[in-house]
């Protein structure tokens, strides 16, 4: 089956450091998408991994190795808006179908 | 904020009943997709249209359908609600079949299935 696992909530420090992890098990596996939804929200594209390695956007990071399956986003500076649901999503190539993680609540403490 | 709009903001209907959630896509973009969010779940893929094709569908069943008109604006309809059917609904528009990076969503439409 297709299934993406990512911790279901995750605490840190402002001005801190935190790494989301991301596990997939997808056939047709293109690439790794990061989202950022706040309570009520829509989803906020972050970041997209099509290759091995890191990508690097601001404050946000996202790498992925595709020997493991495994993908994380790291967000540096940590800042109270940052609190939010981060979900990773695998891009398929067979349709270009997202198949979404259940996400993960990053509560954020002063 | 995405120039995707989505209309209602917010339904409620009965089990049985039929409902037709609607989305505008941005300026330029040919591509929809809808998804399904559930409470605390990540959203699922119900379709996607590209140029008024259907051009690819998820684990939904036949009474989720849809459209994609000329302008590119979109429709999902669901007939037969069930109660389960409760959710956020939420679409995308992108300049293209798979480019997620350029992929924005709209508010979404909250259905309540009583």
């Known amino acids: 089956g297709q299934s993406l696992e990512q911790p279901s909530e995750v605490t840190a420090v402002e001005g801190a450091i935190v790494q989301i992890n991301c596990t997939y098990q997808?056939?047709?596996?293109?690439?790794l998408s990061w989202y950022q939804q706040h309570d009520g929200g829509a989803p906020t594209f972050l970041s997209y991994?099509?290759l091995d390695g890191l990508e690097e956007t601001g404050r946000f990071s996202s790498f992925l190795s595709r020997s493991d399956s495994y993908g994380y986003l790291l967000l540096q500076e940590l800042q109270m808006k940052d609190s939010a649901s981060y979900f990773c999503?695998?891009?398929?190539?067979?349709?270009?179908?997202?198949?979404w993680g259940a996400g993960t609540k990053l509560i954020i403490k002063p | 904020e995405t120039g995707v709009t989505q209309s209602p903001t917010h339904l409620i209907k009965t089990r049985g009943q039929q409902v037709t959630l609607r989305c505008s896509s941005q300026?330029?973009?040919?591509?929809v997709s809808w998804y399904q969010q559930a409470l605390g779940q990540g959203p699922q893929f119900i379709f996607q249209?590209?140029?008024?094709?259907?051009?690819g569908r998820g684990n939904f069943p036949p009474r989720f359908s849809g459209l994609q008109f000329p302008n590119y604006s979109s429709e999902l309809n669901v007939n037969a609600l069930e109660l389960d059917d409760s959710a956020l609904y939420l679409c995308?528009?992108?300049?293209?079949?798979?480019?997620?990076?350029?992929?924005?969503f709209g508010p979404g439409t909250r259905l309540t299935v009583l």
């Open positions: 999503a695998a891009l398929r190539d067979s349709n270009y179908q997202l198949i």
């Open positions: 300026s330029g973009h040919n591509t």
């Open positions: 995308a528009s992108s300049p293209t079949s798979g480019s997620v990076d350029t992929q924005y």
């Open positions: 991994n099509a």
């Open positions: 249209y590209y140029r008024e094709e259907e051009n």
């Open positions: 997808t056939s047709g596996f293109y690439g």
